[in-house]
């Protein structure tokens, strides 16, 4: 495994993290906290120290899972977990944003993760006007001065002009971003100088363009009900998969795993401290971790 340093926090994470999404059970699975402790087991031994989780992945169940299975050995791990939704429903949120929807959720995260302090405490896709919130800022600092919280992030939705809360980060004490990045969505380019700028650290989420950089899907994929990928059209998935054949054609090296190089290719920019992808099993974890060793081959 090989670390890097996110951004002015100072923590050395490992390149490959475990994003955790999938373990709320949005993405056509439901995990009994065994796979959980199995997958994360792996990751560990694999010398992983990086998991991404989310106060809505689930209501909180994707922590509850997480804080059972790394229960006495929480200083393993560098936690990062975020704010600003609500889980009401499969696929469905509520915004609360305010500072004491913020603390609300925060005591929520502690207690659902065993623990009593969060490495990096993320904004959750919030729309500039609530990131511009001073009081929400104000109380983020008092939680972290409580030692609550260690660091601020700020996850970034796709949705909305990234460069105006990138650029705020130092407003709002934010030491590291989380952004869409991977060889179909480079839309977080734009904003890679404000983060060499600012020494902010980058982790690059859905690295595997949810699962279609992997290789495993060729156009005319179908996905069950349930899975969040199924809420896309047919003629949008053919549209990326036809994009993926064409980069597994073009770029990818023979002989070489394309989800491996698809992780590689997020990291050939040292801006990118790491990149948090989803896995379902051991096995996964491993081929990701794998991909650490392609980063300084891929141009």
């Keep these: 495994m090989k670390y890097r340093t996110l951004g002015k926090t100072g923590m050395k994470v490992s390149v490959i993290g475990i994003g955790t999404w999938q373990f709320g059970g949005e993405w056509g699975k439901n995990f009994t906290s065994d796979e959980v402790r199995q997958i994360l087991a792996t990751g560990r031994d694999l010398g992983i120290n990086l998991i991404d989780t989310a106060?809505?992945?689930?209501?909180?169940?994707?922590?509850?899972?997480?804080g059972q299975?790394?229960?006495?050995?929480?200083?393993?791990?560098?936690?990062?977990?975020?704010?600003?939704?609500?889980?009401?429903?499969?696929?469905?949120?509520?915004?609360?944003?305010?500072?004491?929807?913020?603390?609300?959720?925060?005591?929520?995260?502690?207690?659902?993760?065993?623990t009593d302090y969060i490495d990096l405490y993320q904004y959750h896709s919030i729309r500039d006007s609530?990131?511009?919130?001073?009081e929400l800022r104000d109380a983020l600092e008092k939680e972290k001065k409580a030692g609550k919280i260690r660091h601020i992030g700020n996850s970034i939705s796709n949705g909305i002009d990234l460069v105006h809360q990138a650029s705020r980060s130092g407003w709002a004490n934010v030491e590291a971003l989380q952004l869409v990045y991977n060889r179909?969505?480079?839309?977080?380019?734009?904003?890679?100088?404000?983060?060499?700028q600012q020494k902010l650290g980058?982790?690059?989420?859905?690295?595997l363009a949810s699962g279609f950089l992997s290789g495993k899907y060729r156009r005319g994929a179908t996905f069950q009900a349930g899975d969040v990928r199924a809420a896309r059209t047919q003629e949008q998935i053919d549209q990326q998969l036809a994009e993926v054949e064409r980069i597994a054609k073009e770029e990818v090296p023979p002989g070489v795993d394309m989800a491996q190089w698809a992780?590689?290719?997020?990291?050939?920019?040292p801006v990118v401290t790491a990149v948090i992808p989803g896995c379902k099993s051991p096995e996964?974890?491993?081929?990701?971790a794998a991909a650490a060793e392609l980063v300084e081959t891929i141009e």
């Design 284 to 288: 996964q974890v491993k081929a990701n």
């Design 55 to 66: 106060e809505c992945y689930g209501d909180h169940l994707s922590e509850s899972l997480i």
């Design 202 to 207: 980058v982790l690059a989420r859905v690295p």
């Design 263 to 269: 992780l590689g290719w997020c990291l050939r920019d």
């Design 184 to 196: 179909l969505e480079r839309k977080a380019e734009a904003v890679f100088d404000i983060c060499q």
């Design 69 to 114: 299975a790394i229960a006495g050995e929480r200083d393993k791990w560098i936690i990062a977990t975020k704010f600003g939704h609500r889980f009401t429903g499969h696929l469905k949120r509520s915004d609360d944003r305010t500072a004491a929807d913020m603390r609300e959720q925060l005591e929520a995260s502690l207690k659902a993760l065993k």
């Design 130 to 134: 609530e990131f511009d919130n001073e």
